[in-house]
């Protein structure tokens, strides 16, 4: 059990609507990063946030944004949803920032946009 | 830009025995993390094992040890005494810098057979 809770489980959503995605962390968790996961491949950084701003970006167009909250819950909000962002989303939180951190994740939130 | 490459897609092994998974990566630093997770049906990674570049004693967790050859970039996970429970998709990754992200290979499929 990591500590890392998603919701929902899944979602299916329709091309060109909006979607947010939600993650709550452990507390002392100052940093979340969040990855998709297409079927088959291995997950791809979207963003991370520290201590509430975004201090790192993966190759993802704007209309993939995120907010972090002081309680340590977190948000990935996705605009004009497209076919191909039907995917595995998964959060990660840890106490720190940095690349040798062990990442605690989350179950992640099933996306299926029609 | 960094890569991490996993040839093997799946592996079988019988229990009690011993399994070797590969991967290689690509990268131009000279200071940067390896990981391996585990990703069970449940979808949650967890980690299983972590080395640091710098460091040339391969690391060492029960019975999950790695094999980190720097000069040759890559980095293998051998688990020993293989139960049913390791049964689970295992990512290689790679971390380096001042975030936690991570970059993934695409994963290898081990079964575990009794």
């Known amino acids: 059990e990591t500590g890392v809770t998603q919701s929902p489980t899944h979602l299916i959503k329709t091309r060109g609507q909006q979607v947010t995605l939600r993650c709550s962390s452990q507390s002392g968790h100052n940093t979340v990063s969040w990855y998709q996961q297409a079927l088959g491949q291995g997950p791809q950084f979207i963003f991370q946030?520290?201590?509430?701003?975004?201090?790192g970006r993966g190759n993802f167009p704007p209309r993939f944004s995120g907010l972090q909250f002081p309680n340590y819950s977190s948000e990935l909000n996705v605009n004009a949803l497209e076919l191909d962002d039907s995917a595995l989303y998964l959060c990660a939180s840890s106490p720190y920032r940095g690349g040798m951190e062990k990442l605690f994740f989350g179950s992640g939130t099933q996306l299926s946009v029609l | 830009a960094q890569t991490v490459t996993q040839s093997q897609p799946e592996m079988s092994v019988q229990e009690a025995e011993t399994v070797t998974l590969s991967c290689t990566y690509d990268?131009?630093?000279?200071?940067?993390?390896l990981f391996w997770y585990k990703q069970p049906p449940s979808r949650q990674m967890i980690l299983v094992i972590r080395?640091?570049?710098?460091?040339?004693q391969n690391a060492t967790e029960n019975r999950f040890s790695v094999n980190f050859q720097k000069a040759a970039k890559s980095f293998s996970l051998k688990i020993s005494d293989s139960q049913l429970g390791d049964a689970a998709m295992y990512f290689c990754?790679?971390?380096?810098?001042?975030?936690?992200?991570?970059?993934f290979g695409t994963g290898t499929l081990l079964a575990v057979q009794p």
């Open positions: 080395q640091e570049a710098y460091k040339q």
């Open positions: 990268t131009s630093e000279s200071d940067y993390y």
């Open positions: 946030y520290y201590r509430e701003e975004e201090n």
């Open positions: 990754a790679y971390s380096e810098g001042p975030t936690n992200k991570l970059i």
